[in-house]
C-alpha cells in the first residue's frame, strides 16, 4: 500500500502529466482536468488532516467539472469574437486608402492593396490617385472605390 504522505504529489504530478498531454493532443479540455488534479493536490497538501480517497474523488469530480465550466466561458467566448468575416477579406478593406495602379476609365481599373493589385470601381480617376475603400461587389472580387 502506498504511503498517504505522497498522495498530494501524485495528483500534482498526474494533473501536470495531464496539462502537459494537452500539448501533444491539443483540445482545451485536459488542461482543465489537469489543473483539477493540481488543485486536489494542493488542497491535500494544506489539508491538517488526511482526506479519505473516496472524498478525494468526489472532490475531484467537481473540480473537474468547475474548471470545465470556466474553460467552456473562457473558450466560448472567444468563439463567439469569429464568424461572419471568416473569408471575406474584402470587406476587412472598406474604410481603407489605397493608391491606384491602373487609371480608373469608365468605372474600372486597378489599386494596390497590401500585397496585391485588386480591381476597382468607382469614378474614373489617374493612375498614382489615392482612393478609399467604400464597399464590395462581384461576391468580394471587386471593390468599390471614391476619391480619398
Not at 500500500?1 to 500539448?23: K, N, Q, R, S, V
Amino acid at each position: 500500500m502506498l504511503d498517504p504522505t505522497y498522495a498530494p504529489f501524485l495528483w500534482i504530478l498526474a494533473g501536470l502529466a495531464l496539462c502537459a498531454a494537452e500539448l501533444a493532443v491539443p483540445g482545451a479540455f485536459l488542461i482543465w482536468i489537469g489543473c483539477a488534479a493540481v488543485t486536489l493536490g494542493l488542497v491535500k497538501l494544506m489539508a491538517l488532516t488526511a482526506i479519505p480517497f473516496g472524498w478525494s474523488l468526489i472532490l475531484f469530480a467537481l473540480l473537474a467539472i468547475a474548471y470545465s465550466l470556466l474553460g467552456r466561458q473562457i473558450y466560448g467566448g472567444l468563439a463567439k469574437e469569429t464568424g461572419d468575416n471568416l473569408n471575406k477579406r474584402a470587406q476587412g478593406l472598406v474604410g481603407r486608402e489605397f493608391t491606384l495602379v491602373e487609371a480608373i476609365v469608365n468605372g474600372e481599373g486597378k489599386a494596390k492593396v497590401l500585397d496585391s493589385v485588386w480591381r476597382v470601381s468607382g469614378v474614373d480617376a489617374p493612375a498614382g490617385a489615392r482612393v478609399r475603400v467604400t464597399g464590395v461587389e462581384s461576391q468580394g472580387a471587386v471593390l468599390k472605390v471614391e476619391a480619398a
